[in-house]
């Protein structure tokens, strides 16, 4: 089955700096990747999602990149603000179904 | 649209207990899942419905979990007995075939075995 890691666990920026967080998977069949956002004590939330016959997606300050090759996709968020502190999943995915999900990573936006 | 919801919020029960989760889908979703979120690791899946088939259940640990969703509409998740182990934030998520939107997750059961 499918197996997803995700790194870092923790991540703390300077307000207004940039995050990465990369995932990998194991499955390349995998061709839907959603990235969910978790507030404390909120749900999990999809922030955006990238399909494998796509290399980038924008959507304002948030990226993603994937790279089919390598198994591996990324998120980028621009000009941090501190209501970007959450944790962060990455998920992958055949056609929606069945998704399996990394083990987050905690970013901290810093004032 | 209403979204998924989850009930109870919180549920504290003694190692031996049992407790019963569960989860109403966004109507008209046939995939529902259940997955298990232990303090800082993974989302860990559980097991998937398809209306009221069990599609996939590699994920539940073990049999003193069980889950049901009798007529295809909101589903449960019986922990019979609960062990300390079983501790952590129980979520439900659907889709709709076909979806291109990613699930919808409900805002999830704390569980705590004492």
């Known amino acids: 089955g499918e197996n997803v890691e995700q790194h870092p666990s923790t991540l703390s920026v300077q307000e207004g700096d940039s995050a990465v967080i990369k995932c990998t998977y194991s499955d390349s069949a995998s061709n839907y990747f959603p990235w969910y956002k978790q507030e404390l004590g909120k749900r999990p939330q999809l922030i955006i999602d990238i399909r494998s016959n796509v290399g980038e997606k924008k959507d304002q300050r948030i990226a993603v990149t994937l790279n089919k090759t390598a198994k591996h996709f990324s998120l980028h968020i621009t000009e941090t603000q501190p209501e970007d502190s959450a944790v962060y999943f990455c998920a992958a995915s055949k056609w929606n179904n069945d998704m399996r999900f990394g083990a987050g990573t905690r970013l901290t936006v810093k004032p | 649209e209403a979204g998924v919801t989850q009930f109870p919020s919180h549920s504290v029960i003694e190692k031996g207990q049992t407790v019963t989760l569960r989860c109403d889908p966004i109507?008209?979703?046939?995939?529902l899942y259940w997955y298990r979120r232990v303090m800082g690791k993974e989302i860990k899946f559980l097991l998937h419905?398809?209306?009221?088939?069990?599609?996939?259940e590699s994920g539940m640990p073990n049999n003193r979990f069980l889950a049901e969703r009798t007529g295809g509409t909101y589903s449960t998740l019986k922990v019979q007995p609960a062990e300390l182990e079983d501790s952590g934030v129980y979520f439900c998520?659907?889709?709709?075939?076909?979806?291109?939107?990613?699930?919808?997750f409900g805002s999830g059961t704390r569980l705590t075995v004492v």
């Open positions: 419905f398809v209306k009221e088939s069990k599609q996939d």
């Open positions: 998520a659907s889709s709709h075939s076909g979806t291109v939107f990613g699930y919808t």
């Open positions: 109507s008209g979703h046939d995939n």
